[in-house]
C-alpha cells in the first residue's frame, strides 16, 4: 500500500502557526514586489481566487486585505526535516517529492502499524500533535 501525505498550504500555515495574530486571516507567502509570485495561500485566502504560483499583484488585487509574509526558507526547512521524521517512523520507504509532501510504501509494516486507513490517521495525528500543523494523506 502506498501513501500520498502532503502537509495543507505549508508556507502559510507555518506562519499561522508561529504567528497567532495571522491566524483566521487571508495569508500569502511570497514578495509583495509588483513581479513577486504567491509561494502559498492560506486556506482563508482561497475563497477569493488566491492561490500558489499566481502572480502576487493578481492576488493582491482578488484579496487587497491580505496579509503578505515573505518566505522564511531556514524556518520551512526546519518544519520539514520534523515532518520527515514522523514519515520515517512509519516505514523507512519515504520517497519525498518536495519540501512539504511524500509518497510513503507500507508494504510490510502492516503487523507494526495496521492497515494503511489507520496509518494515514496515524499519521495526521502525529502531525498535528509534534507540528502544529494539518496533513492530507
Given at each position: 500500500m502506498i501513501l500520498h501525505v502532503d502537509l495543507d498550504a505549508f508556507y502559510a500555515s507555518v506562519e499561522q502557526r508561529d504567528r497567532p495574530e495571522l491566524r483566521g486571516q487571508?495569508?500569502?507567502?511570497?514578495?509583495?514586489?509588483r513581479r513577486g509570485v504567491?509561494?502559498?495561500?492560506?486556506?482563508?485566502?482561497?475563497p477569493f481566487g488566491c492561490k500558489s504560483a499566481m502572480p502576487m499583484a493578481a492576488a493582491r488585487?482578488?484579496?487587497?486585505?491580505?496579509?503578505?509574509?515573505?518566505?522564511?526558507?531556514?524556518a520551512?526547512?526546519?518544519?520539514?526535516?520534523?515532518?520527515?521524521?514522523?514519515l520515517d517512523a512509519f516505514t523507512p520507504l519515504v520517497e519525498p517529492i518536495s519540501i512539504d509532501e511524500a509518497f510513503l510504501d507500507l508494504g510490510g509494516t502492516e503487523r507494526l502499524h495496521g492497515p494503511a486507513p489507520q496509518v494515514a490517521r496515524a499519521i495526521k495525528e502525529r502531525v498535528r500533535a509534534e507540528l502544529g500543523l494539518t496533513a492530507s494523506v
Open positions: 487571508p495569508v500569502l507567502v511570497g514578495s509583495a514586489s504567491v509561494l502559498a495561500a492560506s486556506y482563508e485566502a482561497r488585487r482578488l484579496c487587497p486585505h491580505a496579509v503578505v509574509v515573505p518566505p522564511r526558507m531556514e520551512y526547512g526546519a518544519v520539514s526535516a520534523k515532518f520527515r521524521d514522523v
